[in-house]
């Protein structure tokens, strides 16, 4: 072992802090999260599909309202999960909320442990970790029965264990067995992709990720075989990182789908026929996927907060109630700001530097695998949503802990690090009743709504409000309600 990954591993050492700290910030997401969890005490926006569907698997169709399942479009972990709730606690908001909400909580922790592996730092990781918690859009999918929360923390467990799996220790002649970081990585995003196809560009920046370092080491060994890490790699990558998420991703299906598994896969009537069907009903729906809808946004706009979406909207007796899915503007601004950042830094490395171990390279890759793809994607598609953003904000939590750490040292950049958590944190509590569906006066709600650049047709009243059934194409300009 050299004496530089010495030193990283035991500046890498955990500690009774990080205890301490892990403990109190993932408590401190988790207790807000959980406060009125059963608020409304109704389905919610796309509840209304994942819901319903998840409480077809567990319990009788007359209780769940509905014969089958509403939405195909989808795999099924993540409504397996949802099912689990639902199972224990019954057809409630609490039980189709409380996977969600568990899952959401342990992105917090997973965040920690990210920041902490990657950092170096007890101070960097509570702060990334701690702006996950008191994010608006991490909250809002942590508390209702939707797909994308899952895709979240499953991807930062991804990378986590693929960064687990660089810092091993490295062996001549390694079997596939000696990777069991590789193999966790495999479980946890072929969870994420059998939660949601969102989750495959975490699958392809893991396995380049690991190509990438292992070359790395080879070359710091002095080995001089321009492919052998990649040859070396064959056997571990395919195993743990293409055959078991694909093994997860064929079982999430286990049960709900109508055919014969011992027969030959090219019968009509078998399993793996109806299987194959199902991958080309969501393949198709997603690429043909086009229309107009009130709160849809392209994704270059997504990091800037131009349309967040409303979840739920009740204006009674003078009295407002809102879920509103919109990101802290503290770490979405200020982490697009901070990912920016990072990546001068990291093109400016000198090549004869460890750039491959710095952190801002899995910083990049994770923002790339939750959000770059988004923006080729969405120039063909219309029907796209800023909440598919969420599996980015991670990532930009750590960007800007990356930040605060490199300027810890200078008085101004304590003082930043201050103003950006107490910004942070400031904002939170105050748009939280617009998070919860807490009551608000117009005056109060009025005074949340930053932007309201919004055409007259898609809203009504005063103060006004979205259009039950009235389906228009989104406003054009900054719009928050």
């Given at each position: ?6 030193t ?149 467990a ?33 969870a ?30 002095g ?37 014969r598994?011992l ?19 969501i ?27 409303v ?34 830094r ?11 171990a ?6 990049l ?14 120039s ?19 960007a800007?802990?990356?930040v ?15 103003v ?20 608000m ?15 007259p ?25």
């Amino acid at each position: 072992m050299t004496r530089e990954v010495a030193t990283d591993r035991s500046r890498a050492r955990w500690t009774r802090w990080d205890g301490w700290a892990i403990a109190l910030v993932t408590l401190a997401g988790g207790v807000i999260r959980c406060w009125h969890l059963t608020v409304p005490k109704y389905i919610v926006f796309d509840e209304y599909y994942y819901a319903q569907d998840a409480c077809v698997f567990v319990k009788p169709p007359s209780l769940c309202g509905i014969a089958s399942p509403l939405s195909e479009e989808h795999p099924l972990l993540a409504k397996w999960l949802i099912a689990a709730g639902i199972k224990v606690f019954g057809y409630a908001p609490f039980g189709w909320r409380v996977m969600p909400v568990v899952v959401g909580i342990a992105g917090i922790a997973l965040t920690y442990l990210l920041a902490r592996r990657l950092l170096r730092s007890t101070v960097a990781a509570a702060l990334a970790a701690g702006l996950l918690a008191v994010d608006g859009m991490h909250f809002v999918l942590s508390r209702t029965a939707m797909l994308d929360g899952f895709v979240t923390t499953f991807a930062i467990a991804t990378i986590l264990f693929v960064v687990l799996d660089r810092d091993r220790e490295r062996h001549e002649h390694e079997r596939v067995r000696d990777r069991p970081w590789l193999a966790a990585a495999g479980v946890a995003d072929g969870a994420a992709v059998a939660s949601k196809w969102s989750g495959i560009p975490f699958l392809l920046v893991a396995i380049l990720l690991v190509i990438v370092w292992d070359r790395a080491a080879a070359r710091e060994r002095g080995s001089t075989s321009r492919w052998g890490a990649v040859r070396a790699d064959l056997g571990p990558l395919v195993v743990w990182l293409v055959m078991l998420p694909l093994l997860i991703y064929v079982l999430s299906f286990a049960g709900r789908l109508d055919g014969r598994v011992l027969a030959l896969p090219w019968d009509h009537g078998s399993w793996a026929w109806a299987f194959l069907r199902r991958q080309v009903h969501i393949l198709t729906f997603h690429t043909g996927l086009n229309g107009s809808h009130p709160y849809e946004s392209p994704a270059w706009s997504w990091p800037l907060l131009k349309r967040p979406v409303v979840f739920e909207f009740n204006d009674t007796s003078g009295s407002i109630r809102e879920i509103l899915a919109i990101g802290n503007p503290v770490v979405w601004w200020g982490g697009s700001i901070a990912a920016a950042a990072c990546a001068v830094r990291w093109v400016r490395a000198r090549r004869g530097t460890r750039r491959w171990a710095e952190p801002e390279g899995v910083i990049l890759a994770g923002v790339a695998a939750g959000y770059l793809w988004w923006l080729p994607v969405t120039s063909e598609r219309s029907f796209s949503f800023i909440f598919y953003f969420l599996p980015a904000v991670p990532f930009l939590c750590i960007a800007i802990a990356r930040v605060a750490q490199r300027t810890w040292s200078r008085a101004s950049g304590r003082a930043a690090t201050a103003v950006v958590v107490a910004a942070a944190v400031g904002w939170f509590v105050y748009f939280l009743p617009m998070l919860t569906f807490r009551p608000m006066d117009p005056g109060a709600w009025n005074a949340r709504i930053w932007f309201s650049d919004c055409r007259p047709e898609g809203v009504r009243g005063d103060p006004p409000r979205p259009l039950v059934g009235h389906v228009v194409p989104p406003p054009s300009g900054w719009c928050w309600r």
